[in-house]
């Protein structure tokens, strides 16, 4: 896979590439980084791509034509897919990610201030993503954490069974870990994952998934009508017991 970013700050977003699991995926060919410097696409002297909205407003918008050619230069249009990360966009979710995962080049647009112009958007943006109800300052930090969500579903990046074990892999949220040691200042691991009972370790797992996902987030199990696991059935054999 290929990933484009087109950024104000390339130094930010290139730290991210060179350590840990990503640097390992740029390592061994499974992701290629392409950083994009937007300010290199101005055409002044003072390297200007942002400038005051039309209709009033605080904060600066970044203009169009600097994009413009910069998304240009990397020969992105209609056969590859350009995301742009925004406050304004669509929810991201696990199975958005996912779905991003497949696609062999993806182009990050790392907006700043205001936003971009929304001629960039009209004319190039496939995808208008919202990481969630707040809003950053960088771009570059919410380009970032849709790509460590979305790298990690290819193939050869994590073990499949590390990812089958993830919060909302089956729509709910992760069970509890421990390790070692087996006590720590009067607080055990419980018995049971001392047990080396595989059958009764996946039950407790399972159970201590739905509690949690019921006590942080409620909405996911409202949500799981349809799925392969039964929630609302082991709910109520927990609360039997």
């Known amino acids: 896979m290929t990933l484009n970013l ?3 700050f390339p130094e930010i977003a290139g730290a991210y590439f060179r ?3 990503m640097a390992r995926a740029v390592e061994r ?3 290629a980084v392409n950083l994009v410097n937007i300010r290199d696409f101005s055409t002044d002297r ?3 791509v942002d400038d005051a909205p039309y209709g009033g407003g605080a904060g600066m918008v970044l203009m169009v034509e600097p994009l413009s050619r910069a998304l240009e230069s990397i020969g992105t249009g209609k056969h590859r897919r350009t995301v742009y990360p925004t406050p304004s966009g669509r929810r991201f979710t696990a199975e958005y990610a996912r779905s991003l995962s497949v696609e062999p080049e993806l182009t990050f647009i790392c907006g700043r201030y205001e936003g971009i112009d929304q001629r960039v958007v009209d004319r190039y943006v496939d995808d208008e993503i ?3 109800d707040y809003v950053l300052s960088s771009g570059e930090i919410a380009a970032l954490t849709i790509i460590d969500s979305m790298y990690r579903f290819l193939p050869g990046v994590i073990r499949e069974a590390s990812l089958a074990e993830e919060s909302f892999t089956e729509g709910l ?7 070692r040691p087996e006590e720590f200042e009067g607080l055990r691991v419980p018995e049971v994952l001392l047990s080396g009972h595989h059958e009764k370790i996946r039950e407790w797992r399972l159970r201590q998934s ?18 392969r ?13």
Do not use: A
Request: hydrophobic share 25%; aromatic share 4%; charged share 30%.
């Open 46 to 48: 003072h390297r200007t």
């Open 130 to 132: 919202c990481i969630g």
């Open 173 to 179: 949220l992760e069970y509890p870990q421990y390790t």
């Open 229 to 241: 696991i039964d929630v609302r059935d082991v709910l109520g054999k927990t609360e039997e017991e």
């Open 19 to 21: 350590d840990s699991i």
């Open 210 to 227: 739905i509690e949690k996902t019921r006590r942080n987030r409620p909405d996911l199990i409202e949500s799981q009508t349809g799925s």
């Open 6 to 8: 087109l950024t104000l």
């Open 29 to 31: 060919g499974l992701i």
